[in-house]
């Protein structure tokens, strides 16, 4: 299995919604990702956890809270965003989080805050 | 901030060879240079990767200089599928060595 799930697909919500992204892995790779995609941008990454624990957070506003329940599971819990904040959410996992790791991506979670 | 230069975009036709070159100057000694592909509304995909010299797999070649400061994907003849966008990633010049950090991409578009 070389796949990284990611669920729902498409999101809609209003800007006083609490809803989770969810990104899951059974490759046994330990370090995992969040990246943020505006159309025809690069992936901008937001977070990584690395061994279940967080080790990189990009100065991402707190109103986007990862969670990582255990080394195969990724959340991304969303509170009171903003319009600005659609986009599409990628989750990636890779061995671990050293030098020349290749990422595995999911499809992603296409959100979009009314 | 990635610390790469790749062109924006590029026009090619079916069945030709395209070669996109990537700059990364400031590359540190331990960097390796990764390649991924990223199809609309999908997430990016791992292509290949080197340290240094040429490196070669079923879908793509990788060649990178003595001095490792560029280095060049080569696709070979490329079909209409092949358009995609291309991310060139070393490692991070910021807190982090490791090449997680996009660059801007190059938007290759394959004509019939």
């Known amino acids: 299995d070389t796949e990284v799930t990611q669920t729902p697909k498409h999101l809609v919500m209003g800007m006083t919604n609490k809803k989770s992204l969810k990104c899951e892995q059974h490759?046994?790779?330990?370090?995992m990702y969040w990246y943020k995609q505006k159309a025809k941008k690069p992936p901008e990454l937001m977070f990584v956890?690395?061994?279940?624990?967080?080790?990189i957070n990009e100065s991402v506003p707190s109103r986007f809270s990862p969670e990582c329940p255990n080394s195969s599971l990724l959340n991304l819990h969303l509170h009171a965003l903003q319009p600005e904040d659609s986009a599409l959410y990628l989750c990636?996992?890779?061995?671990?989080?050293?030098?020349?790791?290749?990422?595995?991506f999911g499809s992603g979670t296409q959100l979009s805050v009314l | 901030l990635a610390k790469t230069t790749q062109p924006i975009s590029m026009d090619s036709y079916e069945g030709q060879e395209v070669n996109i070159t990537c700059s990364h100057n400031?590359?540190?000694?331990?960097?390796?240079i990764t390649w991924y592909q990223q199809f609309p509304s999908q997430g990016p995909r791992f292509i290949i990767q080197?340290?240094?010299t040429k490196v070669t797999n079923e879908v793509a070649s990788l060649f990178i200089p003595a001095d490792r400061k560029s280095s060049t994907l080569s696709l070979p003849r490329v079909s209409l599928s092949d358009t995609a966008v291309y991310y060139c990633?070393?490692?991070?010049?910021?807190?982090?060595?490791?090449?997680?950090?996009f660059g801007p991409g190059t938007r290759l578009s394959v004509l019939p």
């Open positions: 490759m046994g790779h330990r370090a």
């Open positions: 956890y690395s061994y279940e624990k967080l080790s």
């Open positions: 990636a996992s890779s061995r671990d989080d050293r030098e020349g790791e290749k990422l595995f």
């Open positions: 990633l070393v490692g991070d010049e910021g807190n982090y060595g490791q090449n997680f950090v």
């Open positions: 080197g340290y240094k």
């Open positions: 400031n590359i540190a000694t331990n960097d390796y």
